[in-house]
């Protein structure tokens, strides 16, 4: 039960760590005194040659409000999202298509090793290792801690589209509240570069000769670091390379990713059709932990560990093999649920601890034409919400009641609904579907109606006497939605709908 | 022992938190190079129907170096504070009267319901059910964690006075540092936004039709959300109301509010005496744990649980029944208490686990005629002291040895003293009482003279060649003073005052 | 190994911390947007009549990034650095000398005594006792909590010289981003009020009489907290003292300072010759435990104990009695060691759980001349390099890949190398040797090169797309390096050294 799984969370959190401190910083001073929100577009858009990536504007008051960035990245078939780190932790939700992706923790073993007897096949004789390498699919939420190298590639037709939230009031950010990439490599300007120079308009720009990491030291110092030649160098620092090839580049022929044996072992080529889910398998030899947990995964029982059954690992098992995604999709199975209203999906550190190190959530949602999801608040987050599908009425208003929001989110756009700050939503569309990012590794709303609601946990005297009305009146402010989060629609819409 | 309590509270946090961090956002720059603090007033003050709220202005140099906002209300008989929550936490101070509050804590069940045998008054079949009320007390400190809705009720004669602590700086305070309240009912301003509107003056100004959460929602989605008709949807909205009513209104006839079976089982009507504490009987199917606990409380006996009574606790045994309140006034067994000089009473995480979660902590303390309270600083908390009774004369030093506050404190007013500021006190009533609220959960002080004080723990040799005295001088400073915390007024004081 | 302890350290505090939060205060908006560093040294100097204290300025752009401020103490023989503390924690490096060092943790008891039967010179009759007295020596790093009163005295002929980081960005600390010395005694301004002057120029400034904490508190006040006379209050106010005096003061005849039995019984004169460390056995009648720990020590090896031993402690086993340092300098066993071209001894709270507590740690390197520490990156802290000796050639790149600082660290001088800047560094001198304190109390690097770097964990073929080049290339830049953290020069280039 939803309501379960809400005490269960804060209980936990109270109980274990000290009652979910966010342990963010705040925003300076009035930032969040907003009189109006907007949905927002992206403003930016960088191509590359293998897609493009989309960024909105982080000086925006009601991003500093909230000390996020966000931006969305489009990745063609075979092409490689470059590998980066960044200054803050960062929450992926993967609004479509399938791939691999792969985060390099400093010393973590290099798990997954080539067999001996090599294959032929391009003259390889190299015998590769690396740390693990995940495959994600629609619907999957991605945590990438701060520092830590994180790549991303799509084998498929269909392009993938990746929401990227980044938290910078994360106390894993020691450094300002602008975001940073830091690329290993490539030739071109980090996607946040343009608003920082924005903000320091006036200052002398110096001129970057690579825009990667290794760009910035003199050649002789990698020669020796890396023992390789003058050429190597040079491809390293992005020397001669087109700027325009960007963040994302295309790979001839595809990537060859090892993949568990159960898989039909290949090599991707251009050609393959659309891969099926199905395939993936978990591997006999694989441990009983594992194959549970895939398992589990599969038939979409939540996970519910909390640290117990870590409690027996060895190192190797804890953070090198964490589980670093999940998905929270329209595949999923909801945590809420009314088939003639919509479904709800959250995710939080008791789902995927290692959430709880980046102390990020989310939730994704899907309604009915008409259906509404009840007035509430986030009680311990800002809340990021970003419409994937269709469109909703929104309303959202703040201390003073007044409506600081009230019109349309339509695909593709974001709203920021700050902490404490009212919101309900009706959907406009046959189904209207968002995911909302939540700056809390459990975060909690309050209902506003329904059952189970603020409103119901008050004695019905209490009820009339706030809201100067009869005893008859406050019971139906209790009692008359049986609805907990999503409220159907009217009969009468229902009809017009059909 | 008042130093074992110490000892024990740092030892435990070191222990199991890390080492007490206090997780709070830092003030700006410069904001707590303080050369001159001022004993302040409330500035400003909102009548209400059933009572008022003063509030001392948040944007007051030493109200921003320490991240807090503070506040009074008082509320007459039979008069509610309407139920609100806030973007940080409170520690409330019982000043004066006993009454009932609650708080509705999202996914948590309603525990009190009304009998299936309803009773016939009033024409009521509906059985009512809600979360736990709770009733308070003259000296009781109160913990509300962010974003839980709150109300009070004062049932009878003696006005209630309840001093607030809203801590901005807190890291569950993910908005900016400006206290808000949103309220659930009512046409009135909350008590901080006149502070906000200061701040931001140029700013055009939005026209509100309600002023509470519900006022901001279009009317249609409040109707579907609530399936209520358009009349209650316009009390909920607070239309038409007075906006005179306020946030306090008074309850004609009183309140009905379930109470335990041990209580005379009753409603309170306006002309009811004088309610008995003793009537405060647990329920004879009550568990065993909580009979333990009230008796406990009763007795004085203070609860170091620390989790540990917890740990074979269910869901529903945690948050949602968690201790909300305690007493620490003056029929409290003190902590540190010498017949001649006074009595000093603390309430920690340790005392009160929930304190924990909102990272606050308090002192209340009484002092005789003449007496002082050692001069020592605040090792860990900024601690605002507020004066309830007589006055006292206060110094207050900064790190370059100046004095900062020189005077005197009233009842009524209250002093910041920020982190590491050595401050002293000399009662010059009978009885000078006050509170102070910590910014730490396990706030601790440490003494600049007496047994056990910083002075003591140095070799009497680093202390002669530190002030340059001789050896024997360096032994009457570590040792001559013979009390701890309170010094007793010399003989001949207290015979002039005998 | 080094890759294990990597492992271990995110491991644990995933496990045990929720991730390792860092819990510090972000800098300012665009406080960290750094183009150019530079290497810096002390701006001042106060000479006291026992050594100096040299500050670097915390108004510093570089400094404000990072949070922190550094200052340089140096003491001469039979001196004595003043009690004081500070708003926020400490973490003090020792580069040269020995001596003793006592912190006063309120509440906790006087462990120190002097026997029953006091000896006969110089007329002592008074029994003193006071908390533990610690010896220090070159190469120790010492955790200073906040608001925790610290001192330190040389006893040798060699000047101590200690260099202080604070970290104002610290949760701990509640004030402002300014450092704050509150000294117990004196007449000197405490070393960085003249920055705080410089911020707040337009201000009028008041005229101090003391500069120490008890200096501003009236008389009377502290007559009657400590019983003590007038002359003594004097005394404690530094009334009458010369300025000049300063921080550190001359102990003529030396301090005699309790020490444990095994150590021949003395008092310091000021003609002993330079002790002798063997001299340090631990007591017969000492705990278990206690000796354990000294053995382990002394043959350097690493305590994990995180806890478990601790679950059987009593209270006054904790804190009371933690171990406040360690020694990290050449003698001490390394962690990283390559004969050829150096050594790295990191110290994280794994070895020295008060760490955690102040969430510092640190990092001892001395490399060989052109021997070089591969690029790298800090994963969760800021580093502020610190040169002991020798001097280094340093490259440091933003994310924008421009090169920040390349130049020559000689020294004596600091270098902050910002979270997640990348940063190589190649000896200049025969043995370059530094210090590194790190904004977190388990830092962790990531290696941009050599085995197990960041690029070893990608497979070959995102490696070659990454940087777009041949497989070959590709397996070249994985491997080609068989050195982690410490590359040795060139064949050549050792020749030539030769």
Redesign the interface.
């Known amino acids: 039960m939803?309501?379960?799984?809400?005490?269960?969370s804060?209980?936990l959190c109270?109980?274990l760590?000290?009652?979910?401190?966010?342990?963010?910083?705040?925003?300076?001073?009035?930032?969040?005194?907003l009189?109006r929100l907007n949905a927002l577009e992206p403003d930016n858009r960088v191509e590359s040659e293998g897609g493009m990536i989309e960024t909105w504007n982080p000086n925006n008051r009601q991003f500093r409000?909230?000390?996020v960035a966000l931006s969305r990245a489009t990745l063609k078939r075979n092409s490689?999202r470059?590998?980066f780190?960044?200054?803050a932790p960062q929450e992926i939700f993967i609004q479509q298509g399938n791939g691999y992706f792969?985060m390099?923790?400093?010393?973590?073993?290099?798990t997954?090793e080539e067999p001996q007897e090599s294959q032929q096949g391009?003259g390889?004789r190299?015998r590769?290792r690396?740390?693990k390498?995940n495959r994600f699919r629609e619907g999957d939420i991605i945590a990438v801690?701060?520092?830590?190298?994180f790549?991303m590639?799509n084998d498929q037709e269909t392009p993938v589209i990746a929401i990227s939230l980044t938290d910078m009031?994360s106390?894993?950010?020691?450094?300002?509240?602008?975001p940073?990439?830091?690329?290993?490599?490539g030739n071109h300007?980090?996607e946040f570069?343009r608003y920082?120079k924005q903000?320091?308009k006036g200052?002398e720009e110096?001129d970057?000769?690579?825009?990667?990491?290794?760009?910035?030291?003199?050649r002789d110092?990698?020669e020796?670091?890396?023992?390789?030649n003058r050429?190597?160098v040079d491809?390293?620092q992005g020397k001669n390379?087109d700027e325009e090839?960007g963040a994302i580049?295309k790979?001839e022929g595809g990537?060859?990713?090892?993949s568990p044996p159960e898989r039909q072992p290949r090599h991707h080529s251009g050609s393959r059709q659309e891969e099926d889910e199905e395939r993936w398998q978990p591997r006999p030899h694989k441990s009983r932990r594992e194959q549970e947990q895939e398992d589990d995964e599969k038939h979409g029982r939540p996970h519910h560990k909390g640290?117990s059954r870590?409690q027996d690992n060895g190192?190797?098992e804890?953070?090198?093999t964490?589980r670093l995604h999940q998905n929270i999709g329209s595949s999923s199975s909801p945590d809420i649920y009314n088939p003639q209203a919509g479904r709800i999906k959250t995710i939080t550190s008791l789902d995927l601890p290692v959430l709880?190190?980046?102390?990020l959530s989310a939730e994704h949602g899907s309604l009915h034409k008409n259906a509404?999801f009840?007035?509430h608040?986030?009680?311990?987050?800002?809340s990021i919400l970003y419409a994937l599908k269709g469109r909703a009425w929104i309303?959202?208003?703040?201390?003073?009641?007044?409506?600081?929001f009230?019109g349309e989110l339509e695909a593709g756009r974001a709203l920021i609904v700050?902490?404490?700050f009212?919101v309900?939503a009706?959907s406009l569309s046959d189904r209207f579907t968002y995911v909302a990012f939540k700056?809390?590794d459990n975060a909690?709303?309050?209902?506003?109606?329904?059952t189970?609601s603020?409103?119901?946990?008050?004695?019905?005297?209490?009820i009339a006497?706030?809201?100067?009305?009869q005893?008859n009146?406050a019971?139906?402010?209790?009692?008359?939605?049986p609805f907990k989060f999503l409220?159907p629609p009217?009969e009468s819409e229902r009809r017009a709908a059909a």
């Open positions: 939803a309501n379960k799984l809400l005490a269960l804060l209980s109270f109980l760590f000290g009652g979910c401190l966010a342990l963010r910083e705040q925003p300076q001073q009035n930032e969040c005194q009189e409000c909230a000390g490689l470059r590998p780190y960044s200054n792969g390099v923790f400093p010393g973590c073993p290099e997954f391009e390889r190299f590769d690396h740390q390498v801690p701060t520092g830590v190298v790549w590639y009031g106390s894993q950010n020691q450094l300002d509240q602008m940073r990439r830091f690329y290993l490599s300007e980090q570069l920082q903000q320091v200052r110096q970057n000769e690579g825009n990667n990491i290794f760009s910035g030291f003199k110092f990698l020796d670091a890396l023992n390789v050429h190597i491809r390293l390379e090839k580049v790979v990537l060859s990713i090892m640290g870590w190192l190797e804890t953070i090198c964490a709880n190190w980046i102390q509404m009840v007035p608040y986030n009680l311990n987050a800002n309303q959202v208003v703040n201390c003073n009641g007044n409506t600081v009230n700050p902490q404490n009212a309900a009706k700056t809390n909690a709303i309050a209902r506003l109606a329904g189970s603020t409103l119901s946990g008050m004695p019905v005297d209490v006497a706030t809201f100067n009305m005893r009146e019971r139906q402010v209790k009692s008359n939605n409220v009217r």
